[in-house]
């Protein structure tokens, strides 16, 4: 009779070696397209890496599927051992949140959207824990640091042991050093999230305080009579800033306003005649496309259909174009998106200015669109009687950005 094979520990290192390289490529693609500061220098290929960050989370999921008989046994086999337990749980916990929360971040389009606004919170927490201990585990491991480390015997006199043992040094300053760059971020992370969060609170009948910003425009706009705070407004979660370029600065003296193209009536706008348009106020959640969402904010501006309408917008006129004070982001909306009743040119954010970094002094605001279509800095707007294709949609995102997925679902 064929003697069964015994099962060995070392029919999951392919597994190992393959997830190890994945989780590295993982880690470096996701850290490229979290970083706000490199997201103009990485604008070509951003969405190309976003999709590749994509088919590596899914190739890593199916080689622990394809595995994990083998995986159950090992980690049946660790958890005999009292001191890999919590090294063991840490690992499954790591793996099952940044699994469990990528899938849904992948399929945002087709699920509500406070749920990707929870995963990301979830990818972000468990990305700040597993990366520095993969990373940790790695180093700790490490032959050459081994060698590096390695007492060798004398062999007239007996061995000499240290005063702890090398395996112990070498951890301790792997996770020293790992703590040390880790720490700040998980810091300005946390912070973030609660002082922006509990700041961002307006409904109590109190204006949340944003940071001063390199914006100098005079008059402040103020809320109009009544409007602040209204019922169920005054914003729920945490902005994220994103921008292409560096954040450009305005003042009132030489900040204006144009609407120019297919129009009856070319018009421009100075800051104080701008503030002096009749305004409309609206609460509105906001959603960005990487997963983020600020529930019932409260927005004040002037409506774009308003603008339109005293331009006087001719036959021929079929889409309208959006510039950004940046001088480098455009986007579009066709003539029917821009008359929708909810579309702002606002320059109050939950009773306030709107922040420099936020897209103040003024940035369209197209709630029942994901946020590229809301550009910031908005300083003018052109009929034109052809489709164009925005900044980002040139390189990869959709024309039509419906957040309850009127274009359709989609994998990516």
Known sequence: ????????????????????????????????????????????????????????????????????????????????????????????IVIIGLSGSGVVLWQFRNLPPVWSSIALVVHDIFSYIGIPYALYHSVSRSQWVKKAFEI???????????????????????????ALIAGPLLYKWLSGVINVGA?????????????????????????????????KGGGDGVFRPYTVTRYPSFTSDKWEFKVSGLVDKPMTFDWKGFLELPRKVEVRDFHCVTGWSVYHVTWEGVLLSDLLKMAGVKGQAKYVKFYSGDGVYTDSLTIEQAHMDDVLVAVL??????????????????????????????????????????????RGYKKNAWVDGKNGGFMF
């Open 1 to 92: 009779m064929e003697k069964k094979r015994k099962w060995s520990p070392k029919k999951l290192r392919p597994l190992h070696t393959w997830n190890a390289w994945i989780f590295y490529a993982l880690a470096l693609s996701g850290i490229l397209l979290y970083f706000p500061q490199i997201r103009g220098v990485i604008a070509g290929f951003r969405v190309t890496l976003k999709h590749w960050h994509i088919y590596l989370g899914l190739a890593s999921i199916l080689l622990l599927l394809m595995y994990s008989p083998f995986f159950i046994r090992h980690i049946k086999r660790i958890w005999r051992k009292a001191g890999q337990r919590y090294n063991l749980l840490l690992i499954l």
């Open 349 to 394: 954010r939950d009773g306030n200015p709107i922040p420099q970094d936020y897209g103040g002094p003024t940035r369209l605001v197209v709630p029942k669109m994901y946020g590229y279509k809301s550009v910031k800095w908005l300083n003018g707007i052109e009929l034109i009687d052809h489709s164009m294709t925005g900044f980002w949609e040139k």
């Open 199 to 231: 700041g961002a609170k307006g409904g109590n009948g109190s204006k949340p305080k944003f940071k001063t910003d390199d914006n100098h425009m005079l008059p402040h706009p103020e809320p109009s009579k009544g409007t602040f705070p209204l019922e």
């Open 152 to 178: 060798k015997k004398d062999p007239e006199t007996e061995k000499v042991r240290p005063s702890f043992a090398r395996r112990r040094f070498i951890r301790i300053s792997a996770g020293s050093i790992l």
